[in-house]
């Protein structure tokens, strides 16, 4: 029991925040781009229980990975229909990249107030967390920005590849698209693509990050899902 309320403490705020600044940053752009429905819809705004899906929230902190309610966008009210769905679309992808590197940031300051002085007791407990939760932080960014790059509709990804191939290909994708989770799950867990490719991708990304302080991702890593 201890060990689920310490890990749940040290993901809880960084997951929440992932997944709702990536849905606020599609809606920001939409609206940007002549949509505010996400803003008459009250989407616009950083409260987590606005966003929060429960199944997507609950493998987000088992598995690593996850999803919110995807915030409404109406096409027709963009002033560059195409164009701009392809902004809207990276805009989530391109807000988790942005937290990852404020992660990485915070890893540092916290890695440098836990290698101070051992008798700073006060840096060492204030330092500890701090470089949990960011070492968390950036690793669940980063996987949250190229997971949801992956050209597969529903994704991100697959809302440009639909944007900008021509309309008779774009067609086809949309009519892929209601099966696409499906597809995707079977990618995951029914394939080596994550292990194979997907992880090591994730993994790279978030090393080049992190810098001399990716040790401390990994230990997260392994502290929190193990293995």
């Known amino acids: 029991m201890h060990d689920f309320f310490l890990k749940l403490s040290v993901m809880l705020v960084p997951a929440l925040l992932a997944v709702t600044v990536h849905e606020v940053a599609h809606g920001y752009v939409a609206e ?6 996400a803003r008459l ?3 616009l705004t950083l409260n987590p229980l606005r966003h929060l899906d429960p199944i997507g929230t609950l493998a987000l902190l088992l598995l ?4 919110a309610r995807a915030v409404p966008v109406n096409p027709g009210n963009l002033r560059r229909t195409r164009a701009d769905m392809v902004l809207v679309a990276l805009a989530g992808p391109g807000a988790n990249l942005a937290l990852a590197i404020f992660c990485a940031l915070c890893l540092r300051w916290g890695a440098a107030m836990t290698d101070g002085p051992p008798a700073d007791g006060q840096a060492l407990a204030f330092g500890e967390p701090i470089s949990l939760m960011a070492a968390f932080g950036l690793y669940i960014n ?4 190229m997971f949801n790059l992956l050209p597969i509709p529903p994704l991100d990804g697959g809302r440009v590849l639909i944007n900008v191939v021509p309309e ?8 892929v698209e209601p099966f696409g989770l499906l597809l995707i799950v079977f990618l995951v867990f029914g394939t080596s693509l994550w292990s194979a490719f997907f992880a090591p991708l994730v993994f790279g990304v978030v090393a080049l ?9 990994l230990r997260t890593v392994k502290l929190l899902f193990g293995g």
């Open 209 to 217: 990050l992190a810098g001399p302080d990716v040790d401390v991702v």
């Open 142 to 145: 980063v996987i949250l920005a």
């Open 32 to 37: 940007r781009c002549g949509d505010p429905t």
């Open 64 to 67: 690593g990975f996850g999803w």
């Open 41 to 43: 819809l009250g989407r």
């Open 168 to 175: 008779r290909f774009a067609a086809v994708l949309r009519r």
